[in-house]
């Protein structure tokens, strides 16, 4: 069974910082890209960040200087290491597993960065 379980969401101040994992099962990890997607109240999901397997990242503007995206092969797991959040961070986190035509979802962890 294919899986992605993302962990490490949670209520954060301004500032902070948070790193959220993705633990894969059920997949050939090391050859499938990955990325971060979130989603606010009220707007569509849209991109973080991705990883390749070969491990280039692209970042979207928002998260560029402020977020790193690394991955495990030996873990089956991606992270995603947030600095210096902010109030328009909050959002459900989603992880992503895509090899061209086949991709999985996990089911989102929340962040909240609120003082």
């Known amino acids: 069974q294919v899986q992605l379980v993302e962990s490490g969401g949670g209520l954060v101040q301004p500032g902070g910082s948070l790193r959220l994992s993705c633990a894969a099962s059920g997949i050939i990890f090391s050859i499938f890209n990955m990325g971060w997607y979130r989603q606010a109240p009220g707007k569509q999901r849209e991109l973080v960040a991705t990883?390749?397997?070969?491990?280039?990242?692209n970042f979207a503007d928002s998260a560029k200087g402020r977020f790193t995206i690394s991955r495990d092969n030996a873990k089956n797991t991606v992270f995603l290491q947030m600095n210096s959040l902010k109030p328009e961070d909050t959002a459900v986190y989603y992880c992503n597993a895509n090899r061209g035509d086949y991709e999985v979802w996990g089911q989102g962890t929340q962040v909240t960065v609120s003082s």
């Open positions: 990883i390749t397997m070969t491990r280039y990242t």
